[in-house]
């Protein structure tokens, strides 16, 4: 499985842009990069997957470049509510495969 | 509604025995999973299972049984043997194959007195 290495914590302050970048140097061709929310004493939440270039939901983006080895989540606007911990996995789609969820970064909104 | 249930909340128990946590989903998901997570810690993967009958153990499988009769259920248990059990515990589960979304349930926090 690919391993991922993401920054411990970070601040930020409402109404800015949040930008956490994940390293995973060994991803597979296969692989899928996916991050998920993670909120106290509460069972992390899905945000988004990406393979490739940019993908874009309701939450947030996720920008990943060519070579694959890293990957963008960015958060716009971020509330107080958006303090959490946030994970980033690689892994491929398919049947039974295993998540391996890291340490996180702990993202913290300030007002 | 449909959704991942996981019972108790809380979980009190002495050491030295053995104890059952309860994970039930309506989501007709094939795949389960229990995590275990310790205070600011990450998720560690325990058991997962992709099929009835069929399970594989995770990353820190040791101290730790679980059975898969029912696609609905997935319980986990934690046996005596398990050197450090208290924990926040984590089931999950997950449409099967497509897709990396994991859905997880409330979890229940135990704690070995």
């Known amino acids: 499985l690919a391993k991922t290495t993401q920054p411990i914590s970070m601040d930020s302050y409402e109404g800015q842009e949040v930008n956490i970048t994940c390293s995973h140097n060994?991803?597979?061709?296969?692989?899928?990069i996916t991050w998920y929310q993670q909120f106290p004493s509460q069972g992390p939440r899905f945000i988004i997957q990406?393979?490739?270039t940019k993908v874009t939901n309701e939450v947030a983006s996720l920008f990943i470049p060519a070579d694959r080895k890293s990957s963008t989540l960015s958060l716009p606007r971020v509330s107080l509510s958006d303090t959490a911990v946030y994970y980033c996995?690689?892994?491929?789609?398919?049947?039974?495969?295993?998540?391996?969820f890291g340490g996180g970064t702990r993202v913290l909104v300030k007002p | 509604d449909g959704g991942i249930t996981q019972s108790p909340k809380y979980l009190f128990r002495k050491e030295g025995q053995n104890v059952t946590l309860s994970c039930e989903q309506n989501?007709?998901?094939?795949?389960m999973y229990w995590y275990r997570q310790d205070p600011g810690q990450g998720l560690r993967l325990i058991y997962y299972?992709?099929?009835?009958?069929?399970?594989q153990k995770g990353d820190i499988a040791e101290g730790y049984s679980v059975s898969r009769e029912k696609k609905e259920s997935f319980p986990l248990t934690v046996t005596s043997a398990q050197k450090n059990p208290t924990a926040f515990y984590l089931c999950?589960?997950?449409?099967?194959?497509?897709?990396?979304?994991?859905?997880f349930g409330p979890g229940t926090r135990l704690t070995v007195l």
């Open positions: 999950a589960s997950r449409t099967n194959p497509t897709y990396n979304e994991q859905f």
């Open positions: 060994n991803i597979a061709t296969n692989d899928y």
């Open positions: 990406g393979y490739k």
């Open positions: 996995l690689v892994g491929v789609k398919a049947a039974g495969n295993k998540l391996t």
């Open positions: 989501l007709n998901h094939d795949a």
């Open positions: 299972s992709q099929i009835v009958n069929d399970f």
